[in-house]
């Protein structure tokens, strides 16, 4: 059986499947590893209850589940929905929107594929436009969507070395000029997989250069306000004409009931609806029911206060000083932990690829995800993309130490085998 040319590099090995595959390999696994690799958010008890709740809540109401289960919604999701979105964002971010800026897809990856394939490719003048990455190390996720090839142009960013073995990438437009064929610009903020979050300034300076270009700024809010609201430090996103913010419920602690929620402009969310018809007649609607209460009360901007964010911020300094004890006088560095539930580590000099430190990982039971899948669009031969690993502190805190602790000694062994 052959595949089209397409079929065969939608079909191929690529980071994000082998990331799921690790995944569901672990779920499957009579003696599970310690799964420090994919982008699980954490069991969190407090949550859950929240969830559950809501979820029996929606079983005894027989009307609202055979309105919510038994019939399709409309391409862009459940009205109700979307104004209580608008309502919430109005009132926390004070953005001039309504229902009709708000459309719902089968997860928020699934919005990037669309987003990436309105915006990116071949034009109806021939011309070609790619999507702008100006703050790569990026989401893995977004690698090899697309339906043609050659889809991204990352920047590379400044380090800035910072005490304690921390470091942060900065935007470095001065450096990076940027591309004359961009048809969008898209940053993760927090950023997966570094957990950066860009600054306002930063922000507003890749808005200005979207609104030069007349293009659409993406800003992938998975990870960011005002839910699940995973993020250290003060940061509200902006809206404009030219902004698509991307939502997700997945991080509340549902990846399960695959939600994303996209604002824009009306014309990108007619567009979606059509691609959203198109590609799965409509989105779920579990997810949204699940959630319409706790966004029309506001309760799940306090979740995330409440319980969300101060647990990974916990974990995240957790993380960080067993992880630095392990590597004490190596010439690693931290990325400072800002947001989302990663720590990016960078080994410098690494005498081995974080692809062979990843294999040897696995083979002592620790999963985590090699550095070298967060570079998309990036072409040239940069060895940092092979000297880190993405470690993700969402799973059970004594697994969590021990995963580190065997991190450490194997990167420790490459140094020092490295040296003989
Ligand atoms: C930065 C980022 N964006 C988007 C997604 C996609 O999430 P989902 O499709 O579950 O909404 C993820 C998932 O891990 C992510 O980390």
Redesign the pocket.
Known sequence: MKLSRLGERLSATTGTLELMRDLGEALDADEPPIMLGG?NPASIPAVEDVFRRRLMALTQQPETLARVAGVYDGPRGDTVFHEAIARLLCETFGWPISAANVAITN????A?FYLFTLFGGTYADGGFKRIFLPLTPE?I?YGDIGVEEGMFVAGRPRIELLPDGLFKYRLNLSGTKVPDDIGAICV?RP??PTGNVLTGDELAQLAAIAKARDVPLII?N??GTPFPDIIYSDASPVFADNTVV?M????LGI?GL???IVIADENVIRALAAVNALFALAPNSIGPALALELVQSGEIVAIGKNHIRPFYEQRAHLALAWLRAGLDGYPCHIHKPEG?FFLWLWCEGLPVDSADLYRRLKARGVVVVPGHYFFPGMTDDWPHRRECLRISYAQDEKLLRRGLEIIAEEVVGAYERGRN
Do not use: C, H, I
């Not at 997700?248 to 991080?251: G, N, Y």
């Open positions: 982008g997860g928020s990856q699934n990037f989401y996720g993760s950023t997966n992938d998975a990870y991307v997700s419920l997945s991080k990846p695959r939600t994303g989302a």
